[in-house]
């Protein structure tokens, strides 16, 4: 007889039952039983959620992403010494995007760096790198006198995001929400809940808040079922992962396997203005040094169908003669916007904006261009 | 649901429809709802030759891209052109919107297929999976 490795169970959210019952399409994701998109006949399908969030407000269930709290004297430090941005620059209450990075350079994770108090983050990190990036920042950060906490099964964390997202959830919680900038937080009492965190932060390219309540099932089906119910006169629609990759890739925004990963480095992903060299040390600074005065060789661009076809994920990118000179780490339909875009990896010489390249559809090169990204950027309201 | 009796159905999903030696292919309404919102569909040209069981062309949602199998083997005459600007209306009406016509070319093919009331089965299973 051979012998079975044990197959991790599939991981479920306090949400997962919610989901279910309310008939959402399931997938598992990174590990995790995750709602894809939900049924028309609760305004759902991965389209009419994308659209709800670009033009009124959709909800997501995103208690997949992890938490890793840094308390202590020299919790800064530590936050400084693992990520690229500078956490130095945040009051308390503000919030950035970040990464933190392998001694070569590369990404380990990217991640939002939250300062919650005088000498406490909360760093909010991807789904599938929970256990890698725990480890990551315990073990990089034992010289630092601060505690370091997997918070990660403690909330339920539900994004609530489009122009109305704000009004829907000021009917929820007592906290001033109008004070709150983008990508600052507040806490306040939240359906009935005292001191919940919220934070004017999400992955849609859309205003919005996510809120942190306790992961138990009970609170996280009332607090989302209460949602909905105070969504109702701006007519929210419940968001699955479908509609999260379109939003966030029609904003540009990268994801973790895809745009970065452990064998991309800052500058080819292009996030140079979140990596703050003028910090005299962090991981991976020494490297970027050296790969910045190399030369950076390849460049993240954004790219739009010219013909007929779509560009998915790993196709390969080839010049007007037909030879192979990238490949897309990221590719779909833009429901807002009604093309066919996707990001891609091309040689420095090629990223120019105009230039036409061909994605390998089926063996056939279909027409593209290099556009501006991002290719979606919403209005920003005035007062 | 009660799928249309006037056609019969594969275990990939498709329909065909027939009259007299032309055969009217589409994909069922399990299929559209199983794809989702449709945002694409390449079908072959007029003239090509299709093969029972073989590949003939790919349906597209947002997220994923899936084959479309010929039910039965002959020569493309006709191509719905609406579907290359309105491929949302295989999610609208499925069994109303036809993707192309053939000629058949081995009529005894069709025996092989579903009838309605055996589709309607079959789905029966495999969405109770």
Redesign the interface.
Known sequence: MSSVEAMPAIRKTALNAVHRQMGA?MVEFNGWDMP??YPASLGG???AEHTAVRTAVGIFDVSHMGDIRLAGPQALAAVQHISMNDASRLAVGQAQYSALLYPEGTFVDDVIVHRLGEDEYLLVINAGTREKDFSWVRNHTREFDCVVQNLSDDYTQIAIQGPKGVNLLQKLTDADLSAVKFYWVTRGKLCGLNNILMGRTGYTAEDGFEIYVPADEATSARVWNEILVAGREFNVVPCGL?AR??LRLEGKLPLYGHEISDTINVWEAGLDRFCKMEKPEFMGRTALEKAKAAGVKRTLVGLEMTE???A?DGYKVLDGGGCEIGYVTSG??A?FLKKNIALSYVPRELAAVGTAVKVEI?GQGVGAVVVPTPFYKRQKKTA | MAYPTDRKYTKEHEWIEVNGTTGTVGITDYAQQSL??I??VETPKVGAELTAGKTFG?V????A?SDLFAPASGTVTEVNAEL?TSPEKVNQNAHGSWMLKLTLKNPSELDRLFSAAEYEKFVAEEAGH
Not at chain 2, 60 to 63: F, G, I, L, P, R
């Open positions: 399409k894809v998109e399908g991965i389209i479908g990759n379109t007929r076809g779509i998915r779909s339909p429901p089926r | 989702g919102d945002v694409f790919t597209e949602s947002v997220k891209v290359a």
